[in-house]
């Protein structure tokens, strides 16, 4: 994997912490509101996904 294809897929990787903590933080504002709970936990998960996808890729478990 090339320099350039690595800095890409960490940033990817940030923006995608930063959108998970954005998530995390609604979720606990309206904890009160069940379908938006919902909405925020199974927006998490993809987020959580993808972020494990790209961590397998730069650790070379996966090939992309």
Excluded: P, V
């Excluded at 995608?16 to 199974?42: N, V």
């Excluded at 959580?48 to 996966?62: C, F, K, S, V």
């Amino acid at each position: 994997m090339n320099i350039l294809k690595r800095h890409r897929l960490k940033k990817q990787q940030k923006a995608l912490m930063r959108r998970y903590a954005i998530m995390e933080h609604l979720q606990t504002e309206h904890s009160e509101d069940e379908y938006f709970y919902k909405y925020t936990q199974k927006e998490m998960d993809a987020i959580d996904e993808e972020a494990e996808r790209i961590r397998g890729i730069l650790e070379g478990r996966w090939n992309e």
